[in-house]
């Protein structure tokens, strides 16, 4: 475990064919009952294995147990009907059938907790859980009960505490919120957004992290980046918020990306988890580039707060060149950890699973 520039993915890892179509999102899974537990089990533990083989320092469970980020945590609350489906616009980006809030939302159960606990037990070094942000949950929904998007995050806020909570004493070390909803709502972002993500982060002594980006590489995605010109300047308004909050660390995407990267410095003070590994393309990146990435990136941020990352979730891509972006990471990482202390770059291969 490299406690300088230590290097993680942001979320999703492709699941192995056995267990849901491949280079897919969302993509059905193919067993059932009991044997889909097991099979989750069994991919999270692959999963936790092939970071460490790349060379990773904090361990995430790859999303091996969730087929979309947000909707496998809604399913398990109480209050949310997914059989009267509403069609929305998500994001204000693309229009799809989402489930309906038809009373008050609770969460009857752990949701994740059980998975965390098989992670756990693949690995000494740290792990790390996304969960959803409040926000990215309530517009993933059609609302018939609250009939306020603020009255509706807040309840989430307090459900994903409750899980957080267990999550960490469950041994997850860092637990992660992701918003991409933050990069398109800033009134919301700034009047309430924050503050409700805060909440849902109260009283944590796990690390956390929140991670807003500009989305997977899909077509949705690809083509509204096409109209925010060639600088994205959205995150102006959300960093300063995000400086100020009481969330740990920041998660932001940066090669291949059209984020100017002198805002970053607008985060100075803050962890910053930086995004050197493109998930929109299928080309490795080489670790002199993710080093290139990640020097420009330490003239705004302090190197003892630098978290080198991929820029987004890795399930659509096929699993050899999830495989091999992580080792450009590692390396990448290995090469700018050698420059800052004045030694030979060497991937840490001591850290091993528990016997
Ligand atoms: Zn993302």
């Not at 490795?284 to 978290?307: C, G, H, M, Q, Y």
């Amino acid at each position: 475990m490299n406690s300088l520039l230590p290097t993680a993915i942001v979320g999703s890892l492709p699941k192995p064919a056995w267990l849901a179509e491949p280079e897919q999102l969302w993509s059905p899974w193919r067993l059932e009952a009991a044997a889909l537990v097991e099979g989750k089990h069994d991919a999270l533990a692959i999963a936790a294995d092939e970071q460490r083989r790349a060379g990773l320092d904090i361990i995430a469970d790859g999303e091996q147990t969730r087929q979309h980020f947000v909707t496998t945590f809604i399913e398990h609350l109480r209050g949310v009907d997914f059989e009267h489906r509403e069609t929305v616009r998500i994001r204000d980006r693309y229009d799809a059938s989402v489930p309906t809030v038809v009373g008050a939302v609770s969460r009857e159960r752990p949701v994740f907790v059980e998975d965390a606990r098989t992670l756990r037990a693949q690995t000494n070094q740290p792990i790390k859980w996304a969960l959803p942000g409040p926000m990215t949950m309530i517009d993933t929904l059609a609302d018939k009960h609250y009939g306020s998007r603020e009255e509706l995050a807040r309840e989430f806020a307090k459900i994903l505490n409750q899980e957080a909570k267990e999550l960490e004493a469950a041994g997850v070390d860092i637990i992660q919120f992701d918003e991409p909803a933050f990069n398109v709502f800033f009134d919301d972002v700034r009047d309430w957004g924050v503050e409700v993500l805060e909440l849902a982060a109260e009283g944590l002594r796990a690390e956390t992290v929140v991670h807003i980006c500009y989305g997977y590489g899909i077509k949705a995605n690809t083509d509204w980046k096409a109209t925010l010109g060639p600088e994205w300047r959205q995150y102006e308004e959300s960093f300063p918020l995000l400086q100020r909050s009481s969330i740990d660390t920041v998660s932001l995407e940066r090669h291949n990306s059209r984020v100017p990267v002198e805002l970053i410095e607008l985060l100075r003070g803050k962890r910053v988890m930086v995004g050197a590994v493109d998930v929109a393309t299928h080309e490795i990146e080489t670790p002199e580039e993710v080093a290139a990435t990640l020097r420009d990136v330490l003239r705004f941020v302090d190197s003892d707060k630098l978290i080198p990352s991929t820029n987004c979730g890795m399930a659509p891509l096929p699993r050899t060149v999830a495989r091999k972006k992580m080792a450009a990471l590692a390396s990448g990482a290995a090469i700018v950890r050698a420059e800052l202390t004045g030694t030979s770059a060497s991937l840490d291969s001591t850290a091993g699973p528990h016997a």
